[in-house]
C-alpha cells in the first residue's frame, strides 16, 4: 500500500511566523500534491509537483510555497503565516500521468494564532 | 474548466437502509471520476474510479458508482449502510486526458442512526 506521510498531525503557530509542513512519500512515485481544506469547500490544490525540483501552481498559490529537492518529499512553506491560512492541509502522491488516483495522508491541522 | 456539484451537504441514513449519494459534473469530454471518503481526523480513502468502460463500478467497503454520460451524473450507493460507513464523501474529477488536476465537489457528510 502506499504510504503518504504528513509530519505533523496538529501544529499551532504565530501570525508572521514562516512555517513548513512536510509531506514524504514511500512508492516512488513522480507526482505530489498540497491542499487545503475547508469546510463547505471542499478540497483546493495550492500547488503540485511532477518531478524533482519541478512545481506548478494550483488554484490557491497566493501565500504559500513549495520545495521538491528529493523525488520523495514536498514541502509546503508559509512565507508569513496569517489567521486566514487557518485550515487542515492534506498531501497526496500519484504514480505515473494519467489513470492513476491520488493517494493522501492524514492531513495537518494547522491553527495560525 | 471542470467543476463538480455535490447538491446534499447532509445526509442522514438508518443502519440497513439504502444509500445514495449524488455527484455532477461539468466537463466537454469523457472525465476521471473518483470518489472519496474521509473519516473524521483522517485523510482521504478512494472507494472507486472510473477511467473507461463498463459504466457501473465497483468499489470498496461493498460501495458501486454509475457513470451517466447523459446525465452528466457519478452517484455512489450502498444498498445497506453499516453504522462504520459515517463520514464525509468527496466526489472528484480529473480532466484534460489526466488524473493529475482533480477539482473536488463540497462533500457530502453521511449520519448513520442506529
Known amino acids: 500500500d502506499v504510504k503518504v506521510t504528513q509530519s505533523s498531525r496538529y501544529l499551532v503557530k504565530r501570525t508572521g511566523e514562516k512555517v513548513f509542513l512536510e509531506c514524504v512519500q514511500d512508492?516512488?512515485?513522480?507526482?505530489m500534491f498540497w491542499y487545503r481544506q475547508d469546510p463547505g469547500l471542499g478540497l483546493r490544490l495550492i500547488y503540485f509537483?511532477?518531478?524533482?525540483?519541478?512545481?506548478e501552481k494550483g488554484d490557491i498559490p497566493e501565500g504559500y510555497s513549495v520545495s521538491r529537492e528529493k523525488k520523495e518529499r514536498f514541502s509546503l512553506i508559509l512565507e508569513s503565516a496569517s489567521t486566514n491560512q487557518t485550515s487542515m492541509y492534506l498531501c497526496?502522491?500519484?504514480?505515473?500521468?494519467?489513470?492513476?488516483?491520488?493517494?493522501f495522508g492524514d492531513g495537518t491541522r494547522l491553527s495560525i494564532l | 474548466a471542470q467543476s463538480v456539484t455535490q447538491p446534499d451537504i447532509h445526509i442522514t441514513v438508518s443502519e440497513g437502509a439504502s444509500l445514495e449519494l449524488r455527484c455532477n459534473y461539468s466537463y466537454g469530454a469523457t472525465p476521471y471520476l473518483f470518489w472519496y471518503v474521509q473519516s473524521p481526523g483522517q485523510g482521504l480513502q478512494l472507494l472507486l474510479k472510473?477511467?473507461?468502460?463498463?459504466?457501473l463500478v465497483q468499489g470498496i467497503k461493498g460501495f458501486e458508482a454509475e457513470f451517466k454520460r447523459s446525465q452528466s451524473s457519478f452517484n455512489l450507493r450502498k444498498p445497506s449502510v453499516h453504522w462504520s460507513d459515517a463520514a464525509e464523501y468527496f466526489c472528484?474529477?480529473?480532466?484534460?486526458?489526466?488524473?493529475?488536476?482533480?477539482?473536488f465537489g463540497t462533500g457530502t457528510r453521511l449520519q448513520v442512526t442506529l
Open positions: 497526496a502522491s500519484m504514480d505515473g500521468w494519467g489513470n492513476q488516483p491520488q493517494h
Open positions: 512508492m516512488d512515485h513522480e507526482n
Open positions: 509537483s511532477y518531478d524533482v525540483k519541478m512545481k
Open positions: 472528484a474529477v480529473g480532466a484534460g486526458g489526466t488524473a493529475s488536476k482533480l477539482t
Open positions: 472510473y477511467f473507461s468502460g463498463d459504466t
